[in-house]
T-cell receptor
């Protein structure tokens, strides 16, 4: 596609509910990142995929967070038993192969846990 | 891990003035320093980046300088315009990982008044 696409744009979840956030990266981009952006803060790294392999999940805040990219394209970030502190914008970014290449961000999913 | 500090948190200037945003980083292995502009409710977009093998880079009204010794880099915007109003984030990425996980500063809200 023309850019990184994320859905849904907005999600309201009741505390304890499970949610799934989708990211469709730019075609041909093997690297995919998830970031969490709290209100008024910079994005914080959650996890990294190279094709279908999750090479770094050091930023996931708890075992309630799980990400997958089974076919090396679309990725899903799942949050189980959501809590109020999970409220944030979840950004997905993809880059072309190589190091220090531009990260293209999606518009994000704003998650509000009530 | 990497820690990026960004100042100021807010910056108000008159149209036509210059704006300077400063960042420091902690990890001497970082070698890629992008700057992102994020308008309200929109995705972060890369405006300029610099790699550690150069000390300065310019693109029209925007310039970035890097001082590796001091672990310091800055964004300079000249002849500011109202459409420059947004939140600006600096970021740093270490080379050791083989992929570019970005550590962001907390952002600077730039307001350009006509």
């Amino acid at each position: 596609g023309a850019g990184v696409s994320q859905s849904p744009r907005y999600k309201v979840a009741k505390r304890g509910q499970d949610v799934a956030l989708r990211c469709d990266p730019i075609s041909g981009h093997v690297s995919l990142f998830w970031y969490q952006q709290a209100l008024g803060q910079g994005p914080e790294f959650l996890t990294y995929f190279q094709n279908e392999a999750q090479l770094d999940k050091s930023g996931l805040p708890s075992d309630r967070f799980f990400a997958e990219r089974p076919e090396g394209s679309v990725s899903t970030l799942k949050i189980q038993r959501t809590q109020q502190e999970d409220s944030a914008v979840y950004l997905c970014a993809s880059t072309s192969p190589g190091q220090n290449t531009e990260a293209f961000f999606g518009q994000g999913t704003r998650l509000t846990v009530v | 891990g990497e820690n990026v500090e960004q100042h100021p948190s807010t910056l108000s200037v008159q149209e036509g003035d210059s704006a300077v945003i400063k960042c420091t980083y902690s990890d001497s292995a970082s070698n890629y320093f992008p700057w992102y502009k994020q308008e309200l409710g929109k995705r972060p977009q890369l405006i300029i980046d610099i790699r550690s093998n150069v000390g300065e880079k310019k693109d029209q009204r925007i310039a970035v300088t890097l001082n590796k010794t001091a672990k310091h880099f800055s964004l300079h915007i000249t002849e500011t315009q109202p459409e420059d109003s947004a939140v600006y984030f600096c970021a740093a990425s270490p080379s050791r990982l083989g992929y570019s996980t970005l550590t962001f500063g907390k952002g600077t809200m730039l307001l350009v008044s006509p």
